[in-house]
């Protein structure tokens, strides 16, 4: 804001431009020698006003006395700007930071002399100076880490030892939260690289990187709780590049990682709780081949996880499917056979009430029958009951269904032997098509 001084001065300024404007006018018509010389000048010296209105005489003073702080005369320079933007900064607090690197550059003088006391003093003005800028100015944070550790150090010099623990722990919170930021971007980076690696079948390449990038998690999320849901991201990518490599005992570890996270994302949010089932439910399929029954009791915590929860059906009916089928995989036919008709149990409820689900029930019945047809300790009676439901539906409600449930509900009971059904699923699959 302009000062009422800096408005009169300008003014008085502009009034004198203007009469010697005029006067050289008068001189110039009446043959003065200098006139047009006069007229000029005042017409300058008009136009400067408009482009000095943000000109500090004492900025460009301590600016001045900055330029000339070498050899012996240096601290006596620094002090004089330091004099000067102390004032303008009571004028401008905006432009505050001139006088926090005046005083900046007096302790490094000072420190360098001995001057302990005056450099405690220099210091402590430097931190306020800079504490005041970091409220607007987050990035001032590193100038304001700097001289609180100069605070410290000049404490520490003079045995005050108990006074500068204070300004050192200060500053370790202060340096913690700008490596938090830089290292996040930094860990973004590395997960967005792992990401285009496996993209690209590079699959050997991503894994120190995705390992990086989980690393730096580990250290951002302690200080900024917010980075969890990227750590967890990070985390769930780690262990789809281990299983890729058949790394299976660090796939653990980071499974066991990922569900840490997923476990405190979800006592925050309910919304995240199909997001921790999931990532039990593949903890428990590395664990499947080395430890079976560690295996399949992770898988029965996940259902479980949603179960108690209760707030996504549709999210559990999918679940049971995916469950049913691995424990239909390694032999538990009568698990599998359970779990199957919970999950279709809900999902006939959500059908029911929304006809959109009418395409995934069709799924989940094909593939209840595929599990109970084909794999050790099948059951021909579920099988058979499960197909006939679902091609009961598919005829009822085809409407309804895509064309893409259709032909893939085809396709499972096909490979289930199944033929004639899957047939007639694949005749309502083409006549979705051309309808």
Avoid at 197 to 215: Q, S
Avoid at 254 to 265: N, Q, S, T, V
Avoid at 331 to 360: K, N, P, S, W
Wanted: charged share 25%.
């Amino acid at each position: 804001m302009t000062s009422v001084r800096a408005i009169l001065t300008r003014g008085m300024v502009q009034a004198v431009a203007t009469l010697a404007v005029l006067t050289g006018l008068a001189g110039w018509i009446a043959g003065a020698r200098y006139g047009h010389a006069l007229v000029t000048l005042g017409l300058a010296v008009y136009i400067a006003t408009f482009f000095t209105r943000r000109t500090s005489f004492r900025r460009s003073w301590g600016t001045l006395e900055l330029m000339q702080a070498t050899g012996d005369d240096a601290l006596e320079h620094v002090e004089g700007a330091v004099r000067s933007f102390r004032k303008l900064a009571a004028k401008r607090p905006g432009e505050a930071h001139h006088l926090a690197n005046a005083l900046d550059k007096q302790w490094q003088l000072l420190n360098e002399r001995d001057k302990h006391e005056e450099a405690v003093a220099a210091a402590r003005e430097a931190v306020e100076t800079w504490r005041s800028l970091v409220v607007d100015h987050p990035g001032c944070r590193s100038n304001l880490s700097r001289a609180l550790n100069h605070l410290a150090l000049s404490l520490g010099r003079l045995d005050r030892d108990s006074e500068s623990i204070q300004y050192n722990e200060e500053a370790i919170v202060v340096q913690r939260a700008l490596v938090v930021a830089e290292e996040n971007i930094l860990a973004q980076h590395l997960a967005n690289q792992a990401i285009g690696l496996r993209r690209c079948d590079r699959w050997e390449e991503a894994l120190p990187v995705a390992t990086a990038a989980c690393e730096l998690y580990r250290r951002v999320v302690p200080l900024k709780p917010d980075m969890l849901e990227d750590a967890a991201q990070a985390a769930e990518r780690l262990v789809t590049t281990l299983g890729h490599l058949d790394r299976r005992e660090e796939a653990v570890l980071a499974a066991h990682e990922w569900i840490g996270y997923e476990r405190a994302l979800a006592e925050a949010d309910p919304a995240r709780v199909p997001e921790l089932a999931e990532a039990v439910r593949v903890l428990g399929g590395i664990m499947l081949l080395a430890h079976q029954d560690d295996g399949l009791s992770y898988w029965r915590e996940s259902l479980e996880i949603l179960r108690r929860d209760g707030g996504h059906p549709a999210t559990y009916a999918a679940l049971c499917s995916t469950v049913g089928r691995g424990f239909a995989s390694v032999g538990e036919h009568d698990e599998a056979l359970a779990v199957y008709r919970t999950g279709l149990t809900v999902r006939r409820e959500l059908a029911a009430a929304e006809q959109g689900q009418f395409g995934d029930l069709l799924t989940e019945l094909a593939e209840a029958a595929f599990s109970m047809r084909v794999y050790p300790g099948h059951s021909e009676p579920a099988a058979a009951q499960f197909t006939a439901e679902a091609t009961a539906l598919a005829r009822e409600h085809a409407s309804s269904i895509s064309r893409a449930a259709l032909a893939e509900a085809a396709n499972l009971l096909g490979r289930a032997e199944f033929a004639d059904e899957a047939r007639e699923l694949e005749e309502l699959s083409d006549r979705r098509a051309s309808s």
